[in-house]
C-alpha cells in the first residue's frame, strides 16, 4: 500500500532503513569478512575553533535513536554553543551503529541550524517578544523540530499547533489576512469584531491592520472597534513596504496622538536580526519565520577516530578520542581525552547512553536557559545577515 505522505516513519528511523545506502553494502562485507571493530566515532563540524559559534540542538531525538543499542554515547549538554570539536562521540560494536550515522546527522544538524538562527534572532533584540512564525516553509513534519529549536534559543513562543502538542507548549496565533479578506474591503471592523467575539479570553487581541488600506489608518479603526485592543500587527508585504521603519514609527505616533498608547505594535513579515535590531526600539514584538526555519543545516560529519583501542581517523581529520572545554573567559578547547585540560576548563563531552540506555533528562527550559547563559559567556552576537524571508 502506498503511504499518503512521503514521510519517513519513525519506525524506520529507530531501525536503521532510513540510512544511505552504502551503509547496507559496508554492513554486507563487514559480515561477509566476520569484522565488527570496537570503534570511537566523532560528530564533528570544525575540527579547529574558527569563531563561528553555533547552539546544538537535536540532541534529545539523536538520543533515542540508540535506545536499545550495545553502544555508550557522550555528547556536550543540548543549549551549549561550541566552536569546533566533537558534539558527540559513540563507542561500542561498530555494527551497532553504523546504520544510525544518516539519520544522527540529520538529527543534530537540521536542528542545530535553525537554534542558532533563532539565537541570532533573540540576541538581536533582547528586551522584545520575538514568535516562531516559521514552520510554513518546512515540510509538516518537522514543524515540532523547528519550534522546540526555537524554544532552546529563547523565543517566547510557537505558532504550530500540532508542535505545541508534541512539546507540551501552547502554540500562539491570532489572525491572518485571510480572516479579514473573507468579511470583504471596506469591512475590517466586522472581522476584527468577529475575532473579538468568537477566540477565547485569554487569547491576546492583536489585529492585522494592513490588508486593504494604509497601516495607520486600520490602526486607528482597530483601536477604536476593540475595546481592550492590546496590539495591532502590521505584516506589510515587501513589495508595498517602503521604509518599514518609517510606516511603524507613523504607526506609533498616531495612536499615540489619539490616546492609543496602550495599543502595541507587533511586526512580522520578512524580518531578519538587522531588522530586529533597528526596529526594537520601535515595536513591542515579533515575529520571526523564514530567517530561523529556512536556516542551512550545519555540516556536521561522523568519522571513526579510534579502532580497537589505536588511533585511527581518514586523512584530513584528527585521529583520537577527544574532549572539548569550556573556560571560565568564555573559550572553547579541542584535547585529546587522555591529555590534562585546560586549567579551570569545564568537559563538556558528558554521558548521554549507556549501553544503550538513555541516562540524561532533556528540559527544556533549563536548557533554554543554558543557551542564554552560555551565549553570555562567549559573547555571541547575531550574524549581519539581512532579511530572510
Not at 566515532?41 to 540532541?59: I, Y
Request: hydrophobic share 40%; proline share 4%; charged share 25%.
Amino acid at each position: 500500500m502506498t503511504e499518503s505522505f512521503d514521510i519517513v516513519s519513525p519506525e524506520q528511523i529507530r531501525s536503521g532503513r532510513a540510512t544511505d545506502a552504502y551503509f547496507d553494502r559496508t554492513i554486507e562485507a563487514l559480515d561477509h569478512a566476520g569484522k565488527n571493530p570496537h570503534v570511537v566515532a566523532e560528530v564533528t563540524a570544525d575540527q579547529f575553533p574558527t569563531g563561528e559559534w553555533e547552539l546544538l540542538a537535536g540532541l534529545k531525538d539523536a538520543a533515542h535513536l540508540f535506545e536499545g543499542r550495545g553502544v555508550d554515547v557522550d555528547a556536550i549538554p543540548e543549549g551549549r554553543l561550541f566552536d569546533g570539536g566533537p558534539v558527540a562521540r559513540i563507542e561500542g560494536p561498530y555494527r551497532e551503529f553504523c546504520r544510525l550515522e544518516t539519520a544522527l546527522l540529520g538529527f543534530l544538524s537540521h536542528a542545530t541550524g535553525v537554534a542558532t538562527r533563532a539565537l541570532e534572532a533573540r540576541r538581536a533584540a533582547p528586551d522584545s517578544q520575538v514568535l516562531s512564525f516559521g514552520s510554513r516553509h518546512v515540510h509538516p513534519s518537522i514543524g515540532a523540530m523547528v519550534e522546540r529549536s526555537a524554544l532552546l534559543a529563547g523565543l517566547d513562543g510557537i505558532s504550530n499547533v500540532a508542535a505545541g502538542e508534541v512539546l507540551d507548549r501552547a502554540a500562539g496565533g491570532t489572525m491572518p489576512h485571510a480572516l479579514v479578506i473573507c468579511f470583504g474591503r471596506g469591512n475590517q471592523e466586522d472581522a476584527w469584531r468577529a475575532f473579538d467575539e468568537a477566540v477565547d479570553a485569554d487569547v491576546p487581541r492583536i489585529t492585522l491592520c494592513d490588508t486593504y488600506s494604509d497601516e495607520v489608518d486600520e490602526s486607528l479603526r482597530a483601536a477604536a472597534a476593540i475595546e481592550d485592543l492590546e496590539s495591532v500587527r502590521i505584516d506589510t508585504t515587501g513589495s508595498r513596504r517602503g521604509d518599514f521603519e518609517h510606516i511603524l514609527k507613523e504607526v506609533r505616533w498616531t495612536l499615540d496622538a489619539h490616546g492609543h498608547e496602550d495599543v502595541g505594535i507587533f511586526a512580522s513579515g520578512g524580518l531578519g536580526p538587522t531588522e530586529l535590531a533597528r526596529l526594537s526600539g520601535v515595536v513591542e514584538g515579533f515575529g520571526v519565520g523564514g530567517y530561523v526555519s529556512n536556516a542551512d543545516p550545519v555540516d556536521f560529519a561522523l568519522d571513526i577516530v579510534e579502532v580497537e583501542g589505536e588511533p585511527a581517523a581518514k586523512r584530513g581529520k584528527l585521529t583520537g578520542t577527544k574532549q572539548v572545554y569550556r573556560t571560565p573567559d568564555g573559550g572553547h578547547h579541542v584535547g585529546l581525552a587522555d591529555r590534562a585540560g585546560p586549567t579551570d576548563g569545564q568537559a563538556l563531552l558528558e554521558p548521554l547512553v549507556r549501553d544503550g540506555t538513555v541516562v540524561r533528562e532533556f528540559d527544556l527550559d533549563a536548557a533554554a536557559q543554558r543557551a542564554a547563559d552560555d551565549a553570555d559567556a562567549v559573547g555571541f552576537e547575531p550574524v549581519d545577515g539581512g532579511t530572510k524571508a
